[in-house]
């Protein structure tokens, strides 16, 4: 049942709009290649280099999130959000308290990437978040590139550019420029490391493989969804390469390079904390308010006392050892409710990847409001969240579409090392959060996945049809 009424609520019920949108988008190209329009298509967009074509995307892409900084009156941080404790910790780090928390303890609450990142731009240029904020937009372009060098592999130009198109339209990416988050530092190191991997696949080097590590191994710094890429290298070698010597080898290689950049900070949290954690101590927290009796699919929950909740948990007095009662009651609570846990677990994906969303970019821009600025109507705000809902759900049906494209007869042979590493990358995400929490925000480090798929899809509208040698 919970999985039938997460499925029913956020994909059923509600999200008609992309339906229709998606729905006319696929008509329409099947009639344009029916027609002979596709190919005549092909033909013209050929005709004008992939350079210009690209370097127009990528204007459009600055442009869009340039003009939405400079617009939005928002003036971060705003208290309860996650870059209040950002700019926090950088705040802490330049004042030379180091990483604590407001009573001066030292923390280890969230990965030191991120906040070391902020604490530099802030001793450089001073605490102006318009630096940060162009900072993003930057960022941007740079994912907008890797994501058309990803297309390029995955197929060919057509997708590259079609996908690099997708994100740097997209609502989310835009309207998360003004926000200080650390997906805008994470998702290019993390491309970056997939399309090294990709071509390492295709032509093998330990330099692309020692370069996606350390591109993992910073990435995990900022979110920490990086830190078990070992895991796709070894599952895309062993199933796909058949080449189980060269999977074992290459996985533990990623993990040593990954490992080592975590290092520093389990020694530093040795020293200061009792304990060596790698990342971040919220990770018990985040398990334990996932896993109970209380949570549901669409938000964590930590239960009181006269709800079940955990008495060692309620009554931890340090990070360390909420972190160590929160893994404890979760697992505890996982071996004894099997059946639960899986449904919760695919119900919180459901929710992650439904049709609908709480728009919470458009929300946070518009939580603090800058002095002289105006906060825009609640009809505004409005149909902004309803062009971000629209917008992925059209690209996330086509996403859909483009995979049962691959799954025809030869299109998994023929792409299989770009499209697999797409794939394996997104279910080890997905375990990530069926285990953990799926709010939709977690939703925005693989929509440039999605971009890639619904480009694929689309491609498959114009490529010509293969002949039969006789």
């Not at 350079?51 to 939005?72: D, N, P, Q, T, Y």
């Not at 398990?287 to 309620?314: C, K, M, W």
């Not at 709480?358 to 939580?367: A, I, K, L, P, Y």
């Not at 992925?392 to 299989?416: D, K």
Request: net charge positive.
């Amino acid at each position: 049942m919970i999985i039938w009424n997460a499925f029913y609520k956020y994909f059923l019920e509600r999200g008609n709009t992309p339906k229709y949108i998606a729905l006319g988008i696929l008509i329409g190209l099947f009639l344009f290649k029916r027609w002979g329009i596709s190919e005549w298509c092909r033909t013209h967009f050929s005709k004008i280099s992939q350079k210009k074509w690209l370097l127009l995307i990528l204007v459009i892409g600055f442009l869009l999130r340039l003009a939405w900084i400079f617009w939005s009156p928002y003036s971060p941080p705003a208290a309860g959000t996650e870059d209040y404790v950002m700019i926090r910790h950088a705040q802490d780090l330049v004042a030379g308290n180091g990483y604590v928390t407001t009573e001066g303890a030292p923390s280890a609450d969230r990965p030191i990437g991120y906040a070391i990142l902020l604490a530099g731009i802030f001793k450089a240029f001073g605490e102006n978040l318009d630096w940060v904020a162009l900072m993003n937009a930057f960022l941007s372009l740079v994912t907008i590139w890797l994501v058309y060098r990803l297309g390029l592999l995955l197929k060919n130009e057509l997708v590259g550019l079609l996908a690099a198109f997708f994100v740097a339209i997209y609502p989310t990416s835009i309207f998360a420029s003004r926000i200080v988050l650390e997906e805008h530092v994470f998702i290019p190191m993390w491309l970056g490391g997939i399309y090294l991997l990709i071509r390492d696949y295709q032509n093998p080097s330990w330099k692309k493989l020692i370069g996606a590590g350390l591109l993992f191994g910073i990435g995990a710094h900022m979110r920490t969804f990086s830190f078990a890429m070992g895991l796709v290298v070894f599952l895309m070698w062993l199933f796909a390469k058949k080449k189980p010597g060269q999977a074992i080898l290459r996985a533990l290689i990623i993990q040593a390079i990954i490992l080592i950049f975590a290092v520093p900070w389990a020694i530093r949290n040795q020293q200061k904390l009792g304990e060596p954690v790698l990342y971040t101590t919220w990770i018990g927290a985040a398990l334990y308010f996932s896993n109970n009796d209380t949570s549901d699919v669409r938000y964590p929950i930590n239960p009181t006392r006269e709800q079940g909740g955990d008495l060692a948990f309620s009554k931890a007095q340090t990070e360390i050892e909420r972190n160590r009662a929160g893994k404890n009651a979760a697992f505890e609570w996982i071996k004894t409710h099997p059946v639960t846990f899986l449904q919760k677990a695919i119900g919180r994906l459901i929710y992650m990847l439904g049709l609908t969303r709480e728009g919470w970019t458009v929300t946070d821009n518009f939580n603090t409001i800058k002095a002289g600025r105006t906060r825009p109507s609640d009809k505004a705000i409005k149909k902004l969240n309803k062009a971000d809902n629209d917008y992925y759900g059209t690209i996330f049906l086509l996403a859909v579409f483009g995979t049962i494209i691959f799954l025809l007869p030869g299109e998994m042979r023929s792409h299989q090392a770009g499209i697999g590493y797409l794939f394996l990358t997104l279910a080890y995400y997905f375990s990530i959060i069926a285990l953990t929490m799926g709010h939709r925000k977690y939703r925005f480090a693989i929509e440039p996945f999605f971009c890639l798929l619904a480009a694929y899809g689309i491609s498959f509208f114009f490529t010509p049809p293969k002949r039969i040698e006789s």
